[in-house]
């Protein structure tokens, strides 16, 4: 990791975690993205596991940040124009609850700063499926998962950056 002297974290789920984790990669001063499942009932699930719908997982990406650089609002800024947060369970083809849209805060600094992203496009008229939740266990997903587009030479097929602010 570079000389960084201030980190923040972000969870955030929109969809599939391979395309976001991978549009989030291309932001400047994110130091470390994770892809995985979080806001569940179950220990250590798998990705069999979440895609049964019994866990109540979301597929969801953990962000390390440079917060000296770049601000908390600047990454769910992005996070919205990078995933469709007004689609119900689901993003473009990938349906189901484990693609639901979702910001996980730690804090309540995180909590408002979201609330406040979420009413400036409501005032844009776009109707938010986005829920907020408190963070709960992030579970690291399998090796495979991590990075999938990188390591496959290919590009997110459902997400797809659209300007909102």
């Known amino acids: 990791m570079k000389n960084v ?16 984790q991978y549009l989030l990669d291309q932001l400047s001063d994110v130091l470390l993205t994770e892809a995985g499942y979080t806001g569940g009932i179950t220990d250590s699930p798998t990705y069999e ?22 601000s908390y609002e600047t990454i769910l800024k992005y996070f919205f124009e990078i ?19 979702c910001i996980f805060y730690f804090d ?14 409501k005032e844009l008229n776009c109707a938010i499926a986005t829920t907020l939740k408190p963070v709960s266990t992030f579970w690291k997903a399998e090796e495979d998962h991590q990075h999938y587009y990188e ?6 097929y459902c997400h797809r950056y659209t300007k909102r602010f």
């Open 49 to 70: 596991d979440v895609c049964s719908h019994n866990t109540h997982h979301v597929e969801a990406v953990r962000v390390v940040f440079d917060a000296e650089k770049l």
């Open 83 to 101: 995933h469709d947060p007004t689609q119900i369970d689901g993003q473009g083809p990938d349906i189901g609850s484990q693609y639901r849209s």
């Open 5 to 20: 002297t201030k980190t923040d974290e972000a969870i955030v789920a929109g969809g599939c975690f391979w395309g976001v």
């Open 108 to 121: 309540d600094h995180q909590k408002m700063c979201a609330v406040n992203v979420i009413q400036q496009l």
């Open 151 to 156: 390591k496959n030479k290919k590009v997110p």
